[in-house]
T-cell receptor, first 110, second 113 residues
Framework: EDQVTQSPEALRLQEGESSSLNCSYTVSGLRGLFWYRQDPGKGPEFLFTLYSAGEEKEKERLKATLTKKESFLHITAPKPEDSATYLCAVQGGSNYKLTFGKGTLLTVNP | DSGVTQTPKHLITATGQRVTLRCSPRSGDLSVYWYQQSLDQGLQFLIQYYNGEERAKGNILERFSAQQFPDLHSELNLSSLELGDSALYFC????????????FGSGTRLTVV
């Protein structure tokens, strides 16, 4: 069974203080690893898909990287509007569903 | 607006009752997925439909059922509701079966009292 573990559960940063979120996974035949952002009371918003170890993708202050066992979401010089829950999910094998981690709640203080 | 429409946004009902949640996928998307999100469990996959046919099932209770209609909208039926069924229910859609980057709706918040 596919499993995703995200750490830390919560992270509080000062504006401009860079950090990383971790997503560890086990999956049979990785088809893709996904990062989503979720604001309170809203649906998850797609950020990135990574397909193979060594791949990196960037979007504004966010950069996602992938190894064979984990993915990192690096946040550079965050702003208060980056505050949200960041979700990691994997899709593996012949089962096309996404298996999600429980997320990291990021709070960026001004 | 993600293009995935879910109704109603909020639903309060009593234990033992039955409710129907509705989802209209993004235009052109053939695949619909239902997820349940509770505080302690996170996002849990319930069921997937592709062009009207069931394609994958997750941890969906026997009291729950779903279907996708010819116009591609989907309904999730929850019956004999229990307090523990209180959660956010999300629908997501994608172009094809297993396509990347699902687009999620804004969810239906179900409260069972």
């Amino acid at each position: 069974e596919d499993q995703v573990t995200q750490s830390p559960e919560a992270l509080r940063l000062q504006e401009g203080e860079s950090s990383s979120l971790n997503c560890s996974y086990t999956v049979s035949g990785l088809r893709g690893l996904f990062w989503y952002r979720q604001d309170p009371g809203k649906g998850p918003e797609f950020l990135f898909t990574l397909y193979s170890a060594g791949e990196e993708k960037e979007k504004e202050r966010l950069k996602a990287t992938l190894t064979k066992k984990e993915s990192f979401l690096h946040i550079t010089a965050p702003k208060p509007e980056d505050s949200a829950t960041y979700l990691c999910a994997v899709q593996g094998g012949s089962n096309y569903k996404l298996t999600f981690g429980k997320g990291t709640l990021l709070t960026v203080n001004p | 607006d993600s293009g995935v429409t879910q109704t109603p946004k909020h639903l309060i009902t009593a234990t033992g009752q039955r409710v129907t949640l509705r989802c209209s996928p993004r235009s052109g998307d053939l695949s619909v997925y239902w997820y349940q999100q509770s505080l302690d469990q996170g996002l849990q996959f319930l069921i997937q439909y592709y062009n009207g046919e069931e394609r994958a099932k997750g941890n969906i209770l026997e009291r729950f059922s779903a279907q996708q209609f010819p116009d591609l909208h989907s309904e999730l039926n929850l019956s004999s509701l229990e307090l523990g069924d209180s959660a956010l229910y999300f629908c997501a859609s994608s172009v094809a079966w297993g396509h990347e980057g699902y687009t999620f709706g804004s969810g239906t918040r179900l409260t069972v009292v």
